[in-house]
């Protein structure tokens, strides 16, 4: 999609893959703030396309909405970004932290599976035999 001044919910809808219900949702959280046309139809800016993907992103990452929306909030509180950084960081902190228990209960998960998928192959091995003995 080519750069232009405003997008209609629809084309952001498409570019980002997601439904206009979801972007409308932010929109009803505060996360983004269209204009609106004499119409009342939404024309969002380069700067709600922009905070969209920060959001989307957010999403990706396993962050709340409630977070996404402090963390774009401190950018335009602080322009330096300093606070924006601050938070994210701590944040990511956390995030890490949560994904590396996963990790490890994925793993032990895993070792507990393969356990039973061994037993269940070396019963599976002695049925064969005593059924081929017979």
């Not at 490890?104 to 002695?126: I, N, P, T």
Request: without cysteine; proline residues 1%; positive net charge.
């Amino acid at each position: 999609m080519k750069k232009q001044e405003t997008y209609s919910i629809s084309q952001l809808a498409q570019e980002f893959d997601i439904s206009t219900r979801t972007i409308r949702y932010y929109e009803e959280r505060g996360l983004l703030n269209p204009e609106r046309t004499p119409g009342g139809t939404r024309r969002y800016t380069k700067g709600d396309r922009a905070r969209l993907k920060l959001i989307l992103r957010g999403k990706r990452f396993g962050f709340s909405l409630d977070e996404i929306k402090e963390m774009i909030d401190l950018f335009y509180e602080d322009r330096t970004g300093v606070k924006q950084l601050e938070r994210t960081i701590a944040y990511g902190v956390e995030k890490i932290k949560q994904v590396e228990e996963q990790i490890e209960e994925l793993m032990a998960l895993r070792d507990e599976l393969l356990s039973f998928k061994e037993d269940f192959e070396a019963r599976l091995r002695q049925l064969k035999r005593k059924e081929n003995k017979a």
